[in-house]
């Protein structure tokens, strides 16, 4: 199993990026897929996340800006950022927390992409 994100680059405060991150080879059922980043000096912090039930959570700092959405035909997990600042500057990292097809319990894994560099200009 592989999550390959993108979408990353550099964009001027108050524009937009959309990253993807797509879940590949033998799944047996995804749960959570979601995104972290990781503010310098700072712990992991989750961007957002879309449950298994569809519940959708974001980081107080990018409600109202940021929307996730997931096509669970594709395996893939999207964030559209809108209204960028500098602050979000980071490198963004997807999950899934998923169930391999080769696990014969059925166990739950968390799985995560390479990351992707997001960089807002002021």
């Known amino acids: 199993v592989q999550l390959q994100a993108s979408g990353g680059g550099l964009v001027q405060a108050g524009g937009s990026l959309r990253l993807s991150c797509a879940a590949s080879?033998?799944?047996?059922?995804?749960?959570?897929m979601g995104w972290y980043r990781r503010p310098p000096g700072k712990r992991r912090e989750l961007v957002a996340e879309?449950?298994?039930?569809?519940?959708?959570q974001y980081a107080d700092s990018v409600k109202g800006r940021f929307i996730i959405s997931r096509d669970n035909a594709k395996n893939t997990v999207y964030l559209q950022m809108n209204s960028l600042k500098p602050e979000d500057s980071d490198i963004y990292f997807c999950y899934a927390d998923l169930v391999p097809a080769n696990s014969g319990s059925r166990s739950r894994f968390d799985y995560w992409g390479q990351g992707t560099l997001v960089t807002v200009s002021s």
């Open positions: 080879g033998r799944i047996f059922r995804i749960y959570s």
């Open positions: 879309i449950l298994s039930g569809g519940t959708i």
